[in-house]
Every structure is written in structure tokens, then in C-alpha cells.
């Protein structure tokens, strides 16, 4: 394939981390925010950085910076308020206009407002009135299970706990949460199989680890700090590879901020040996190939199989069953180059399995995380030292809040011990989940959606038909630091609800406050604010839960919920009596600085599932459908190009936090607009098109689609056709701006993940070079 330009400067480093956050904050935001990055993930009284989920690493004695965390925090610590003042000056319909970055940039929210229709205004209203208001409508439901209670993953432990447990004595299971469009078939699937739904890994695998397959995952952008680690297993010996459609250039070579010297000198280390560059949505075939050789020349693990699995022999079955041909169109690979990698994980003794959204969101996502913990299992590698299973979180809290009881299909156990300690009934019927609330919502099922946190309508496919769901509602309520889009469509009540930030300081009458969170590998970390908060109308989460609990449930509740928000380590004791691996939490989280490791059966060789023993899957889809969907792709009649379906995945970039936008820029990916759409060269020429061209995207024909939206037309542009070096059959778009290409029924079977990395479109040219998208 023809060479096209890339960025060759390495990774991180000091332009990285400053040049890139201080053109988009001004001057005071830059300082407080670089300030209280030196306070985040620090031993004694720091936060931890809501920037993403990856560990700290255990000794640090160094500063843990990076260029996600600081425009993560200056984002949060921004001075700028989206005030009353504010709000008077825009009316609802104008701020609809607005871009995702516009109303980033409109600051914090800074006191509680409620929506008057008559003047399309949020005006200011008072907490208690806001709490009479949402009393009210909660009162009015024919059933709990008319509300919707959505959370996102920034939400520290000890709230999430007050949340579930008000939304469970309100009486539903209604809790989505963005887990749910994030690493939810890697819950699943390793509950499933391995009986804990989380990370086998510690951080100090990573150096003992020879071989560590990445899959579907890109940390220059989205964990800078797990370059430190690869780097560090780079030098150590241990081969890395990049399983990915996109060779992303932010993997190859690394500058390290933790190395002085490094970083003045303007040194880098490299880190990845090799890029598999997959065919999108094939993840599932070349793991079947690597496995059906792994079992055919005998090179597997027999003592491990037998004595820790179940289910093998039909994994067998179902290996031999599938074909080569099938395999390598399923995953564009060839043959030989599978066969080397099966090779390589045969050779290795410690091997590990990172993986993020590139497996997971897809209809074949559940089967991605069974085929990569298949291979493990295969090969024993669940339970060693250097190896097992690494799936990289998001959200700095998503999978605390997991833990804490924040989900729509929670365990027997859970709602047993729930019984247990609060003496009270907790609602036994499953909820909905992202995909399945989102549908309710759009029938007119559900009358109250809350957010704790995050941007649903915007986050989840299908945005438009949200969007517009929501102004149907009785009520809608948000908690939350920033001005976002799923806050701009009113029911016929509406309230935002300001909260405090992580990085601000929770002041209560027993003192200051910390909490905790749970990060990617099952470390339970403090996590204490240190800032004046931006308003004094702020009010932490907890007690938003707790004033909000107390006016709903009224006064035959006998959960003491305002102590809890005055006093965290009241939470926590309760926490310690309902949720398993947290005894004595109060203690152990104070006994050392950098907290506990949850407890992890697995990790010891203990299976918590129904067989008793770790288990092989077979996956939902042949590969033989997966090939055939290949084909699709591959079937270039270049005379028609509307008849040609590409295959679309959705992405993101440093200057973006999910659907929070802070600038425009890509330096990796080497563009400085997000209207654009990623393909490769050859691809671009051999259509008779050119960079720059403009180009619509829309859904292929056949892809099925929500019912209540099957005729709604799901077109994207025009996007600016911009070269990068990936699989033939994809083209690429950032996240959220695509997200209304995406329907609420194409997703995997039993996680619902939305197929956010594989939905098939078909591309029109409409107008030629207008416009480049400039290289940075
Ligand atoms: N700067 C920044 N950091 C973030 C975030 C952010 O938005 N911005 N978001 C946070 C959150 S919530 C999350 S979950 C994580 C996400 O972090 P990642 O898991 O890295 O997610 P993405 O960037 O969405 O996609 C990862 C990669 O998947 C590849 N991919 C696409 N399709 C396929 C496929 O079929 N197979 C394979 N093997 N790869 C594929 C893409 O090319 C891309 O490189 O990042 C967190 N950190
Ligand atoms: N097409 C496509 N869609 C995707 C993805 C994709 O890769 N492609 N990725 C999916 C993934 S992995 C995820 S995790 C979801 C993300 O979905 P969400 O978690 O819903 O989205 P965010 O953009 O992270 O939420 C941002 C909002 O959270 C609020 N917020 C920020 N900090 C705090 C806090 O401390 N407390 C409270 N209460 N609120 C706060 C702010 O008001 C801000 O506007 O999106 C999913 N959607
Ligand atoms: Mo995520």
C-alpha cells in the first residue's frame, strides 16, 4: 500500500503535554489546572485523575502527569461559569445550535436551574424547590419503573452506593450506566468465564510479561500513562503487538514524561514490534485462527485445561468446524501471518491480553472478549505472574460504580445483602439498560429520566430520537459539572443540578471528606479534592442523593441518609456489610496510602461460575457469517460507488473526553478539524476521489434499525475524505458527531453494546477539494 504521510514525532513528552492543553484554556485555567495535576494521583490527601481508569504505579515517587489527565482537569477546574447570567442570555432552542465544544466552553454549572417554557430559559430555582419539584413527579408514577436512572463512570464509589440504594428503595433496577456502551461484554463475558467480570492483571504483570497482544486500543491517546508501562516491557524484552485497523501512530515511539532526562533530551523509546492491521470487526477470526492452530499442532496448555476448565471439547468442535478461507476473509489477514502470531503465543510463557473499545463495540463484541479469554485459557495464562486478562477501562470510576450496585441486572447476592442490611425489600425485575432505556424512552414508556453524570442522549445511538424522547417526559434531571446537549431537550419539567467536581474540595460538618474509586485492575484508591469549588452553590454528589432520598422516600426511611453525606466512612460502613470484598474498609483504606486490591478469585485460580471451573465459549457467530459480512465490504464495483458498503467505526481523539470537546486537533491522526472522515489512500484513489473531496455518509440499506426510526434517514456530512493508513475495507469518524448513524438495535447479543466500531455505510462524493483538512 502507498506510504502516506504520518506523524513522526514520539508520544507524550513536554509539547505533548503543554503545548497541546495551553492553547485551549486561558492562562489562569492552564495554572490551576497544571496545579492540581501535580496534586492528582499523589500519595496522601491527592485525587485521583478523572482521566481515565489505567492504575498508578505502585512506587510513585515521581509525578504522574499526562496530557489526558491535565485537559481532564482543566476542564473540570475551568473558571469560567455557565451561570444564571449565562443562561439569561441564551434561550434553550439558540444553545441547541451549539457545538459540543461551544458548550464545553461555556464553564461549570454553578447553581441549581429549572426550565421555564414560557421565556425557553433555564432560570435559577432554589435546591429545596427543585427537590419539591422532582418529589412531586416521582410521586406521580403508576410505577417505579416508569423512571429512568442513568449514571456515568466519573461518579466516585461512595456515592455511586447512596445512588443505587435510593434508586432501589424508590423501587426499580433501572440503573444504566455507561458501562453498558463501554467494556459491558468484557463484564459479562469474564463473569461468565472466569467468574469476576474484571482485570486478572496487576500493574506489576506488566513486568514480567513477555508477549502482550493489544487489541482494538489506542493509549497514546486515551491512556498516556500505560505508555509508560509498554515502554517499560519493551526494554524488559517483551514483545508487544498491535492488533488494530489503524496503525496508530501514536504507539510507536514514546517520549516519557517519568524520564527528566528523557524529555529534555528529546529521547524516545519505542514500544509496539508489530501492527496486525485487521480488517474492522474481524477480531473474532483471527483469534479463531490463532486458536484452531494453537490446537492442531498440540501446543496448548492439556494440565491447565483439565484441571481449571469446562467446555472445551465443543470449543474444539466448533474450531475445527471453521475454515481458513473463512477465517482470513473474516479478518483480511493471511494465513502465514496468523499462523506467526500462534506461533509467538505457543513460544511465550507470560502472556497478556490488553483490549479495549476496538473489541468490544461491536455485534461481535461478546465473541471478541470469549475468543481472547478462550486463548487464555488455552494456554493457562489466568492465575501466573506476567500474565492474564487486561481490559482497559474508560471512565476513571466505571467500574467502582459497577461494583457499588449501579446495574440494571444485579446479582441475587447483591440484592440479598442489600435486604440484609437495610431491612427492607429491593425490587427483584431487571431494568433497562442503555439500548433497551433508550427504546422505552423513545415508545413513551418512561416518563422521568435522571442523569447522574455523563451525556446519554448524545453518548447512545440513535441521538436524535433521544433527544427528542426527552422532550416527551414528565421530568428530566441532571447532575452534573458541565452544560451538555442531552440537558437541552426539556420534558415538561426540567432541572439541572450542579455538583462538585473531583478536584474540589467536599467540606461537610465532620470535616473534609475523601472518597474512593476503583480503577481498570481492581485497586481501590482514595480520592480527596483539594480546590475551592467554583461556586459556593456547588453541592457534592452524595449530597444531592441524600437531600433528594430524604424528600422522596420521606420520613419512613430508616436509612440515614444525610449522616451519610455528612460523614463518608458511615457510606463506607456500609458498603463494608453489603458489598463482598470490602470489610473493614474504613481501616484498609487508610492502612496504606495507595488503598487495597480487591480481592479477585480468578486471579487465584478460583472460579466463581456455574461449572465451577473457568469455561470456554463458543461463539454466538460462524465465522463463515462473519466472512459473508466481509465480502459485503469487499465487493468494490467502483462504477457505482453508492453500492460499495464500507464498514464505519467511530473514534476519538486527545483533544476530546468522550462527547466533552476541547479542541479541534488530532496530532497523531494529523488533522485539525473532527467534520472528517478517515480512509485509506489507495482506497481514495482507486474510487477516482481525492483528499479534501467531500463526501455523505449514510447507513447501508439492509442495516436493520429501532422500529419506532426505521424510515428516519441516518446521513452524516458532508466529511472531509482524510488519509490515514487503515484497513481497506473501514473508513473512520470521531465520536459523537457520527452518533446518529448508529441504531438501538445493532448490537452484540447479550451485553447490548452498540456496534459503535462496525456499522456498514455507503459513501457519496458532493463536492470535490473544497476544503483540505490541513496536516498539524
Ligand atoms: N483523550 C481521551 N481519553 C479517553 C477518552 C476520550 O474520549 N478521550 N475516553 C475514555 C473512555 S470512556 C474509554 S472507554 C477509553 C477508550 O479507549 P480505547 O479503548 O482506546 O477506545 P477508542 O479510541 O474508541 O478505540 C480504540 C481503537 O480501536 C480500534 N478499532 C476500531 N475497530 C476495531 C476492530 O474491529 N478491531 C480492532 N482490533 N480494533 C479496532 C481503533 O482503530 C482505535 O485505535 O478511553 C478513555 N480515555
Ligand atoms: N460512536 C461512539 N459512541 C460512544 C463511544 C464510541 O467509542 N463511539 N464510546 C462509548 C463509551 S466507551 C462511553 S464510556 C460513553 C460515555 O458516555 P457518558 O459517560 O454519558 O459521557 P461523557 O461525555 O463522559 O459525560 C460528560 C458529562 O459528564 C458530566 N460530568 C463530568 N464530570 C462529572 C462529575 O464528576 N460528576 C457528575 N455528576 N457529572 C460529571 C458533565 O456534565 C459532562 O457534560 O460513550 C459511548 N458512546
Ligand atoms: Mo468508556
Redesign the pocket.
Known amino acids: 500500500m502507498r506510504k502516506i504521510p504520518v506523524y513522526s514525532h514520539p508520544a507524550a513528552g513536554w509539547p505533548a503535554l503543554i503545548s497541546s492543553t495551553r492553547k485551549l484554556m486561558d492562562y489562569q485555567t492552564f495554572l490551576r489546572g497544571s496545579v492540581s495535576v501535580l496534586k492528582s494521583n499523589q500519595p496522601q490527601g491527592g485525587f485521583d485523575c478523572p482521566?481515565?481508569?489505567w492504575p498508578d504505579h505502585k512506587s510513585h515517587k515521581r509525578i504522574d502527569v499526562c496530557e489526558?489527565g491535565i485537559?481532564v482537569i482543566a476542564s473540570e477546574t475551568m473558571t469560567k461559569k455557565a451561570d444564571a447570567q449565562f443562561f439569561a442570555r441564551h434561550t434553550v432552542t439558540e444553545l441547541q445550535r451549539w457545538s459540543g465544544y461551544e458548550l464545553e466552553h461555556s464553564g461549570r454549572l454553578s447553581e441549581p436551574m429549572y426550565y421555564d417554557a414560557a421565556q425557553d430559559r433555564y432560570v435559577p430555582i432554589p435546591w429545596e424547590a427543585a427537590y419539591g419539584l422532582i418529589t412531586e413527579q416521582l410521586g406521580k408514577l403508576d410505577s417505579p419503573n416508569e423512571a429512568l436512572f442513568y449514571t456515568s463512570?466519573r461518579v466516585t464509589n461512595e456515592p455511586a452506593f447512596m445512588y443505587q440504594l435510593f434508586v432501589r428503595s424508590f423501587g426499580t433496577n433501572n440503573l444504566p450506566d455507561?458501562s453498558n456502551m463501554?467494556?459491558e461484554p468484557t463484564s459479562v463475558m469474564l463473569g461468565k468465564q472466569l467468574g469476576v467480570g474484571k482485570a486478572t492483571v496487576m500493574l506489576e504483570d506488566f513486568e514480567q510479561a513477555k508477549l502482550i497482544l493489544m487489541?482494538?486500543?489506542?493509549?497514546a491517546?486515551?491512556?498516556p500513562r500505560m505508555l509508560e508501562m509498554l515502554a517499560h516491557a519493551h526494554e524488559q524484552g517483551c514483545r508487544i503487538i498491535s492488533?488494530?485497523?489503524?496503525r496508530?501512530q501514536g504507539l510507536s515511539r514514546f517520549r516519557n514524561p517519568q524520564k527528566p532526562m528523557h524529555m529534555a533530551a528529546g529521547q524516545s523509546d519505542d514500544m509496539v514490534d508489530d501492527v496486525i492491521q485487521?480488517?474492522?470487526?474481524?477480531?473474532t477470526a483471527l483469534l479463531t485462527g490463532i486458536a484452531k492452530w494453537l490446537i492442531e499442532n498440540d501446543r496448548i496448555n492439556h494440565d491447565f485445561i483439565t484441571t481449571h476448565t469446562a467446555g472445551f471439547e465443543p470449543l474444539k468442535q466448533w474450531l475445527t468446524a471453521q475454515t481458513w478461507e473463512d477465517i482470513t476473509l473474516g479478518c483480511g489477514i493471511p494465513q502465514i501471518d496468523i499462523v506467526n502470531l500462534a506461533k509467538l503465543v505457543a513460544d511465550s510463557s507470560a502472556t497478556i491480553c490488553t483490549?479495549?473499545?476496538?473489541?468490544t463495540?461491536?455485534v461481535q463484541g461478546d465473541d471478541?472478549v470469549a475468543m481472547i479469554t478462550n486463548l487464555l485459557l488455552l494456554m493457562g495464562m489466568i492465575g501466573i505472574d506476567g500474565a492474564g486478562a487486561s481490559p482497559?477501562?474508560?471512565?476513571s470510576n466505571?467500574q467502582g460504580d459497577r461494583t457499588m450496585g449501579i446495574h440494571e441486572r444485579p446479582s441475587k447476592t447483591l440484592l440479598d445483602s442489600l435486604e440484609r442490611v437495610f431491612e427492607r425489600p429491593m425490587p427483584k425485575e431487571h431494568g433497562y439498560d442503555v439500548v433497551t432505556g433508550a427504546k422505552a424512552l423513545i415508545e413513551g414508556d418512561l416518563k422521568v429520566f435522571m442523569g447522574m453524570g455523563g451525556n446519554y442522549a448524545v453518548a447512545a445511538p440513535d441521538t436524535s430520537a433521544i433527544q427528542q424522547a426527552l422532550t416527551t417526559t414528565q421530568l428530566n434531571v441532571f447532575v452534573g459539572t458541565k452544560l451538555n446537549e442531552t440537558m437541552l431537550y426539556p420534558g415538561a419539567n426540567n432541572v439541572i443540578l450542579p455538583c462538585l467536581g473531583r478536584t474540589e474540595r467536599i467540606l461537610t460538618t465532620k470535616g473534609e471528606q475523601f472518597a474512593t474509586i476503583e480503577d481498570s485492575m481492581c485497586q481501590i484508591v482514595p480520592t480527596q479534592g483539594k480546590l475551592k469549588p467554583v461556586s459556593d452553590n456547588l453541592k457534592s454528589e452524595a449530597k444531592i442523593i441524600a437531600e433528594l432520598a430524604t424528600h422522596v422516600l420521606g420520613a419512613d426511611s430508616s436509612i440515614p441518609w444525610l449522616a451519610m453525606s455528612e460523614d463518608f466512612d458511615l457510606i463506607r460502613d456500609y458498603i463494608a456489610q453489603a458489598i463482598n470484598g470490602f470489610e473493614n474498609f474504613n481501616q484498609r483504606i487508610r492502612t496504606n496510602e495507595r488503598g487495597f486490591h480487591l480481592y479477585h478469585a480468578a486471579r487465584h485460580r478460583v472460579w466463581n461460575t456455574e461449572s465451577g471451573k473457568a469455561q470456554f465459549e463458543v461463539p454466538h457467530y460462524s465465522i463463515t457469517y462473519v466472512a459473508a459480512q466481509m465480502a459485503d465490504t469487499h465487493d468494490i464495483d467502483h462504477e457505482d460507488t453508492t453500492q460499495k458498503v464500507w464498514q464505519l467505526?467511530?473514534?476519538?481523539?486527545?483533544?476530546?473526553?468522550?462527547t466533552m470537546i476541547f479542541g479541534f486537533k488530532d496530532r497523531y491522526r494529523q488533522t485539525n478539524r473532527r467534520d472528517v472522515l478517515f480512509m485509506h489512500p489507495d482506497e481514495i484513489s482507486r474510487l477516482g476521489w481525492q483528499k479534501g473531496d467531500q463526501v455523505m455518509v449514510s447507513r447501508h440499506a439492509s442495516s436493520s434499525s429501532h422500529t419506532a426510526h426505521k424510515n428516519k434517514p441516518r446521513v452524516l456530512g458532508p466529511l472531509i475524505l482524510t488519509e490515514m493508513d487503515?484497513a481497506a475495507n473501514?473508513v473512520?469518524a470521531y465520536?459523537p458527531e457520527c452518533n446518529d448513524l448508529f441504531d438501538l438495535d445493532t448490537h452484540a447479543p447479550d451485553s447490548h453494546i452498540p456496534a459503535?466500531?462496525?456499522t456498514t455505510v455507503i459513501l457519496e462524493r458532493v463536492n470535490t477539494s473544497v476544503q483540505t483538512a490541513e496536516p498539524v
Open positions: 482521566g481515565c481508569a489526558n485537559k463512570g455507561c463501554c467494556h487489541f482494538g486500543q489506542n493509549p491517546t486515551n491512556h492488533i488494530n485497523p489503524m496508530e485487521i480488517q474492522i470487526g474481524g477480531d483490549w479495549g473499545m476496538g473489541i463495540q461491536h471478541n482497559v477501562r474508560g471512565h466505571v467505526t467511530s473514534v476519538r481523539s486527545h483533544d476530546q473526553f468522550n487503515i473501514a473512520a465520536y459503535y466500531k462496525s
